[in-house]
Structures are given as structure tokens and as C-alpha cells.
């Protein structure tokens, strides 16, 4: 009939039932899951930030980056020097990826509010500052 140990001899083995000849069966497919481990939130204080900040520079040229940003290999490497740096981090390479992601906006939005006329960059303090009545059209919702 089969061959033993191939699939649809295996397959008649375990239901019981026979093929028949001609008829096609569909073996059952197992769904391989991985336990779902829920990772601890990442939790980032403004040194780690800077740090993060000054590594990514540091990785800001055409060996690391390609056109669309970081390559997988220069993620990987800046994942393993910011644990080296900073052992007591767990952070995860998609968690540091978000925060990458988090600063660059976060930076969008401020470049975008000093180009307002009237604001201006505070370098001692590092924040915007502006007349009560410019807030009005930096504060976003």
C-alpha cells in the first residue's frame, strides 16, 4: 500500500482509517506554538536615552546604515555594545528599534517648533522657549 514512514502511511496509522486510492487526503497540520513570554516593559531614564542617542551617532555612516536605515548586523552590534556599556538593561533589540523610533519623532516635532517664528532654543537649559501666547500653537494634542 505505503511505504512506512511515509505521510500518508503515518497518517493511517494514527486516524486508523485506510486511503483509499485516488482520493486525496489532506494530512492534519500542526500548529507549532512558542510560548507566549510576555517581556518586562522597557524602562528608559534620560542617561540611557543619551546614551542610545550618542551609540546611534556613532553608527551614523554608510558601514551601518543602508537606504532604508541600520542594517539587521548593525542593530545586532549596537544592541550588544549598549549591553555592555549598561549591563544592568535588558533591553531587547525591538525595544531598543521603538526607542529609536520614539526619539526621531519626538525630534521631528521639536525641529518642526523651532522653526516657528519667535521660539527660539534655550542651549543652556535645552528647551524651547517662547512667549505665553506662541504656546498656543506649539502645544500638540
Not at 489532506?26 to 550618542?54: G, M, S
Not at 549598549?82 to 531587547?92: A, C, L, R, V
Not at 520614539?102 to 532654543?121: E, M, T
Amino acid at each position: 500500500m505505503y511505504p512506512k514512514g511515509s505521510p500518508k502511511y503515518n497518517l493511517m496509522k494514527v486516524t486508523g482509517k485506510k486511503a483509499s486510492h485516488g482520493a486525496k487526503k489532506l494530512t492534519p497540520k500542526i500548529k507549532k506554538t512558542t510560548p507566549k513570554v510576555k517581556k518586562p516593559r522597557a524602562q528608559w531614564n534620560p542617561a540611557l536615552e543619551k546614551a542610545l542617542v550618542d551609540l546611534l551617532d556613532e553608527h551614523n555612516n554608510p558601514y551601518h546604515r543602508g537606504q532604508n536605515g541600520w542594517s539587521a548586523e548593525s542593530w545586532n552590534g549596537i544592541t550588544k555594545i549598549f549591553h555592555e556599556k549598561y549591563p544592568h538593561t535588558n533591553f531587547t533589540k525591538q525595544q531598543i528599534q521603538e526607542k529609536q523610533k520614539d526619539l526621531k519623532s519626538q525630534y521631528k516635532i521639536i525641529k518642526d517648533a523651532r522653526k516657528q517664528s519667535g521660539v527660539s532654543w534655550n542651549y543652556h537649559t535645552h528647551m524651547i522657549e517662547a512667549d505665553p501666547h506662541l504656546w498656543q500653537n506649539l502645544i500638540i494634542v
